[in-house]
C-alpha cells in the first residue's frame, strides 16, 4: 500500500464502511450489500499462491464482474444454490483496517476471518481484503474487492460457496 496521507475521518469512514459490508453479509441483506459495488466492480478470489500474478493471465478462484456478481448474489438467494440451502451461518471479523488516497479512489486493506456454519460444520476463511473505494456522495462504492486467503480451499472445507 502507498504511504499516503490519510486522515482520521477517512480511516474512521473506511472502517465503518467494512463493518457495515461484513454485517450485510452476515444477515443474508444481499441485495443492500449488492447494491454498495460500482458498476465497473470486479470482485475476485485469486488461487492460493497467485495472488502477485496478473489475474487476466491465472487461474481464479471467483473473478466477477458487476454481472456475473449479480447472478451470484440472485442465485445465492434462491433455492438453486443447493451448496447454500439452506444458507450458511457466517460471522466475520474485520481487523488491522488501512486505508490511504490513490487519485480519486480509496484504498483498503484489512484482514478477516470468516467464520462459516452450515449442516453442524465449521470453516474457517482467513486472509487479506483489498478493496478500491469510489466515493459516492457522503458513501462509498466498492469499485475492486479481492478477498485473498492464506490458506487452500481445501482447509477452508472445500468450496467457497459464500461471498466472502
Not at 486493506?109 to 486472509?127: E, S
Not at 462504492?141 to 490458506?151: K, Y
Amino acid at each position: 500500500m502507498t504511504a499516503a496521507v490519510t486522515t482520521p475521518d477517512l480511516h474512521h469512514r473506511v472502517e465503518q464502511f467494512l463493518y457495515h459490508e461484513a454485517a450485510l453479509l452476515d444477515e443474508w441483506r444481499l441485495d443492500e450489500w449488492f447494491a454498495l459495488m460500482h458498476p465497473q466492480i470486479e470482485y475476485r478470489i485469486p488461487s492460493p499462491g497467485s495472488d502477485h500474478l496478473d489475474p487476466r493471465f491465472t487461474l481464479q478462484v471467483i473473478h466477477d464482474d458487476h454481472t456475473r456478481l449479480g447472478g451470484r448474489v440472485t442465485r445465492l438467494k434462491s433455492k438453486h444454490a443447493h451448496a447454500e440451502s439452506p444458507h450458511s451461518r457466517t460471522r466475520r471479523l474485520v481487523t488491522n483496517v488501512r486505508a490511504a488516497p490513490l487519485g480519486d479512489t480509496v484504498v483498503a486493506h484489512a484482514n478477516f476471518h470468516v467464520m462459516r456454519t452450515r449442516l453442524g460444520q465449521l470453516d474457517h476463511f482467513l486472509g487479506t481484503y483489498r478493496h478500491v473505494l469510489v466515493e459516492d456522495g457522503a458513501a462509498f462504492l466498492v469499485r475492486e474487492r479481492v478477498a485473498t486467503l492464506d490458506h487452500g480451499i481445501v482447509e477452508a472445507g472445500g468450496t467457497v460457496s459464500i461471498i466472502l
